[in-house]
Each structure stands twice: as C-alpha cells, then as structure tokens.
C-alpha cells in the first residue's frame, strides 16, 4: 500500500486514561492550582471545532493535501480534548457534560485574522507556527510525572509528538506545494506574530493569554518565527 503522503498517528486519549482509572491507581491529593491550568488547555484543544467549522466552507478552494491536513489535524486535536475531558473527570471529579455546556457557550471571533486566514499558503504558516509554539510550551509540562502513574507522561508525550507532526506536514505541504512563494514566508509569519499578546478570541489560535501557556515572551514571537524560517530554509536546500 503507497503511504500517505501526511504523517498521521492512531491512538487514543480515553483508552490511557481507562487504563490508569482500571490500574491500582490512587489520587496523590494533585494541587487544585492545576485545575484552572487544565480548564485553560481543554478550552484551546477544544476550541478546535471553531476553527475547523470556519475553515470548513473553504475547503473547494484547498489542495486535497491540505484538505487532509486539515481532517488529521481536527481528529487529533479532538482526541487531545478528550484526554483533557478525562484528566479533569478523574483528577478533579468535574462532570463532562458541564465542560461541554460551558465550552458551547463560548463564540469565536475570526474577523481580526481574515487577511490571516485568507489563503492556503497563509493558513499552512499559521498552523506551523501555533503547532511549533504548542510543542514548545506543552514540553514544559513536566508534572505530569509526578501524578502516580506513567500513563500521564505517556499522555503528554504523545500529545507532543502530534502537535510535531502536524508542524512537519505543514511545513512539507509548504514545500510540496508552494515551493515558489517561501520567499514571502517570513513576511507572512511576522504579521502572524504581531497577534501575540492580544485576548483569547475562542478560535484556537493564540490561546496564550492563560494559566496553562508556559512560554515567555522572548521565547515565541520573532524568535519562534525566525527559526521556522531556517527551517524552511533547511528544507528547500
């Protein structure tokens, strides 16, 4: 069988965190300063669904490569809110259907990121940078160790390892498909960087305004975009 062309993993959030709730597993009293830490994450992970329904129309206008760039990335990405769903369920007793009535509440606001979100070429800078920025800031979550049971590290490593791929399938449709217009990647990523700072919008991009965003201010922005442009460099040469 010819291998896709994207990368895609296969796993599931709610079978590892079964397995830990079927495991002798005891709650060691986890600070209750992680539940808004938590909350923060599941809303972006979440908040997926806004931004994939956005897109959705607009897919006649898509390769097919980034038509199922977008499918791959919504199925993990639900999958990781799932995972989040469950770690609230078993560490805090928090009744999903509640999660859910709350998030469903909440309406997203795209009219700032239209120009943004205007084009293929655009869209797959984007989704390079927040995937870059998520892995970043996702690898500092290193407590998870420390809950009782591998299956939390395992959890938090294998959301990583999908966020890195969804960076490398951008970055390889980037090159696939718009090889000739990578001279203008770093104009694009500048003005994509410039929404820093700004107040979470429910579209699941630059959702680092919260409790659960550990990077600093000098480690994204210009920084993050300067070294996905060496990046892409690496990759065209």
């Not at 997203?108 to 998520?134: G, K, R, W």
């Not at 966020?163 to 990523?189: C, P, Q």
């Not at 550990?214 to 040469?237: A, F, P």
Request: contains cysteine; aromatic residues 16%.
């Amino acid at each position: 069988m010819k291998p896709s062309f994207l990368a895609k993993r296969n796993w599931s959030s709610r079978e590892l965190f079964k397995a830990i709730h079927k495991s002798d597993w005891k709650n060691p009293g986890i600070d209750e300063k992680y539940k808004d830490f938590f909350m923060a994450d599941l809303v972006s992970e979440y908040d997926s669904v806004n931004l994939y329904n956005f897109l959705y129309p607009k897919r006649k206008n898509f390769s097919p490569h980034f038509v199922q760039y977008l499918d791959f990335w919504y199925a993990d990405e639900r999958n990781h809110a799932d995972g989040f769903f469950e770690l609230n369920r078993l560490i805090f007793d928090c009744d999903e259907m509640e999660l859910v009535n709350t998030l469903k509440t909440r309406e997203a606001n795209f009219e700032p990121l239209q120009d943004i979100l205007s084009s293929e070429f655009n869209l797959l800078l984007m989704f390079a940078y927040d995937e870059y920025v998520s892995v970043k800031t996702y690898k500092k979550d290193t407590f998870y160790q420390d809950f009782g049971h591998p299956l939390f590290s395992t959890w938090i490593k294998n959301l990583i390892a999908d966020e890195a791929i969804h960076f490398g399938n951008a970055v390889k449709i980037l090159k696939h498909s718009h090889a000739d217009k990578l001279h203008e990647a770093g104009t694009i990523l500048r003005d994509i960087a410039r929404f820093e700072g700004g107040a979470y919008a429910n579209t699941f991009l630059f959702d680092h305004d919260g409790p659960h965003f550990s990077l600093k201010e000098s480690e994204i922005g210009e920084v993050v975009t300067n070294e996905i442009i060496d990046i892409l460099k690496k990759r065209t040469t």
